[in-house]
Nanobody, 117 residues
Framework: QVQLVESGGGLVQSGGSLRLSCTASGRTFSTRNMGWYRQAPGKEREFVALISWSDGNTDYADSVKGRFTVSRVIAKNTEYLQMNSLKPEDTGIYYC??????????WGQGTQVTVSS
């Protein structure tokens, strides 16, 4: 089993920045990638960013490219999401994900990000 704990959410004004963290524990030796998803009120959960655990390759949703940066520190089993130039439409609950080489996906409990206009 894998446990994921997120932190770093909060309230920020439009144009501001936040950094989210997600630390994995448990059977993390089979991590394939870690990612971030978000869910706005009344909407479905959507992909935000992904990072390959082995080589650090990244992928982003078009809506956050150039503003968000995903990174990881392998020794800490932690990934980060640096969010700059935040917009009100970035508001939502942000979830950390971890996918294993076996195909299992684990989720964090979510952290609220609110961007005021």
């Amino acid at each position: 089993q894998v446990q994921l704990v997120e932190s770093g959410g909060g309230l920020v004004q439009s144009g501001g920045s936040l950094r989210l963290s997600c630390t994995a524990s448990g059977r993390t030796f089979s991590t394939r990638n870690m990612g971030w998803y978000r869910q706005a009120p009344g909407k479905e959960r959507e992909f935000v960013a992904l990072i390959s655990w082995s080589d650090g390759n990244t992928d982003y949703a078009d809506s956050v490219k150039g503003r968000f940066t995903v990174s990881r520190v392998i020794a800490k089993n932690t990934e980060y999401l640096q969010m700059n130039s935040l917009k009100p439409e970035d508001t939502g609950i942000y979830y950390c994900s971890l996918r294993t080489t076996w195909g299992n996906t684990y989720w964090g409990q979510g952290t609220q990000v609110t961007v005021s206009s």
